[in-house]
Every structure is written in structure tokens, then in C-alpha cells.
T-cell receptor, first 113, second 113 residues
Framework: KQEVTQIPAALSVPEGENLVLNCSFT??????LQWFRQDPGKGLTSLLL?????REQTSGRLNASLDKSSGRSTLYIAASQPGDSATYLC????????????FGTGTRLKVLA | NAGVTQTPKFRVLKTGQSMTLLCAQD?????MYWYRQDPGMGLRLIHY???????AKGEVPDGYNVSRLKKQNFLLGLESAAPSQTSVYFC????????????FGPGTRLLVL
């Protein structure tokens, strides 16, 4: 079964710290992987999309990497701020699917001021 | 641009009642999706549509029906609501190319008593 796992489920860090969020997927045959941010009571906002041919994508303080051989993606957040507090979800588009994303359960991040 | 909008924002139903959730997008997107989000389960795909007049089942379609009569609208129906359908429902859309991100609506919170 194609699955996406995110560990830990929750994380608290002091402001200014660099941090890494992890995402694991069970099948290396993915087309792309996407990272989303979800604020409480809100919908999802796309942060970064990494195609299977790419190793990483960057946007501002965010950097996402993709290693298909190990089935892992990481989201690196530099110099974290309280405004980064949210739930971060990753989702994999498996090539065997019809463009349907499989979502992880998310990591709830709290950045302490 | 309103993006993806969902109606209603919140609804309480009694077991056995029916209702329709409306999703609208103004981005001329081909693909539209309905997800449900439950604690500890992540987002799960209910139904999706790859174009006007087409629909397909996702991971958890039982108890739901959908229609895509107009390109900009995707309706999710519950014919006979059950407490197990208490959830937050999200609609999403995208252009239909696999390199494209999904855009999410703000969600509909449904409580079935």
C-alpha cells in the first residue's frame, strides 16, 4: 500500500532555531512531492513542489529535498519565527496513480518566542 | 480572484439527513477534488473530477456522491448522513498537469449527530 509518514507528529522549538521536518514514502516511483502548510481552522497552502527529476526546491527560508532511493523528503526551515507555527503536511503523487496525492498526517510545529 | 470557495463553512446535521456541499473555483482549473480530514488520519480523497461532466472515486467514496455539471463547480452530496461522516471537508483544484500545485478551499466543518 502506498503510504506517506511524517514523524514527529508535533515539534516545539525556540525562535531562531533551524529545523528539519521529515516525510517518508513507501514507493520510490513518485511523480512529485509537495509540502503544504495548514493554519488552525484553515485550508492548505502549497509551499514547495519537487518533481521526481529534481533534488530540491527553495523558497525564501524554506528548502525541500527529495531522495527517491531512500523514500525520504525533508523540509528545512531556517531561522524559525513564531509565524511559522502551523501544521506542515507532505503529499506524494505516485506515478501509478491518476494524479492523486497521498497525504501524510502532518507535523504540528510550534515556534516559541 | 476568489480562488477556491466552499459553502457552507459549518453545518450540523442529524443522522439520516441529506445535504450538499458546494465547491467553486474561478481559476478555470480542469481537475477538482474532495477530501476529508480527520484527526490522526490526514487527508483522504473522497471523489475527484478530471473535467466537466466527469467524476471518479477516490479512497473513501462510500456514502458520498458528486457532480461536476459546470467546470467551475464540484458538488459533494451526502444522501443519508451518518455520525462517521463528521469531519472537515476540503475541496481542491488544479490545472490538471502533474507539475501543478493543488489549491485548497477553506474547508467545511460538518457535525452529524
Amino acid at each position: 500500500k502506498q503510504e506517506v509518514t511524517q514523524i514527529p507528529a508535533a515539534l516545539s522549538v525556540p525562535e531562531g532555531e533551524n529545523l528539519v521536518l521529515n516525510c517518508s514514502f513507501t514507493d520510490s516511483a513518485i511523480y512529485n512531492l509537495q509540502w503544504f502548510r495548514q493554519d488552525p481552522g484553515k485550508g492548505l497552502t502549497s509551499l514547495l513542489l519537487i518533481q521526481s527529476s529534481q533534488r530540491e526546491q527553495t523558497s525564501g527560508r524554506l528548502n525541500a529535498s527529495l531522495d527517491k532511493s531512500s523514500g525520504r523528503s525533508t523540509l528545512y526551515i531556517a531561522a524559525s519565527q513564531p509565524g511559522d507555527s502551523a501544521t506542515y503536511l507532505c503529499a506524494a503523487d505516485y506515478t501509478s496513480g491518476t494524479y492523486k496525492y497521498i497525504f501524510g498526517t502532518g507535523t504540528r510545529l510550534k515556534v516559541l518566542a | 480572484n476568489a480562488g477556491v470557495t466552499q459553502t457552507p463553512k459549518f453545518r450540523v446535521l442529524k443522522t439520516g439527513q441529506s445535504m450538499t456541499l458546494l465547491c467553486a473555483q474561478d481559476m478555470n482549473h480542469e481537475y477538482m477534488y474532495w477530501y476529508r480530514q480527520d484527526p490522526g488520519m490526514g487527508l483522504r480523497l473522497i471523489h475527484y473530477s478530471v473535467g466537466e461532466g466527469t467524476t471518479a472515486k477516490g479512497e473513501v467514496p462510500d456514502g458520498y456522491n458528486v457532480s461536476r455539471l459546470k467546470k467551475q463547480n464540484f458538488l459533494l452530496g451526502l444522501e443519508s448522513a451518518a455520525p462517521s461522516q463528521t469531519s472537515v471537508y476540503f475541496c481542491a483544484s488544479n490545472k490538471g498537469q502533474r507539475q501543478e500545485t493543488q489549491y485548497f478551499g477553506p474547508g467545511t466543518r460538518l457535525l452529524v449527530l
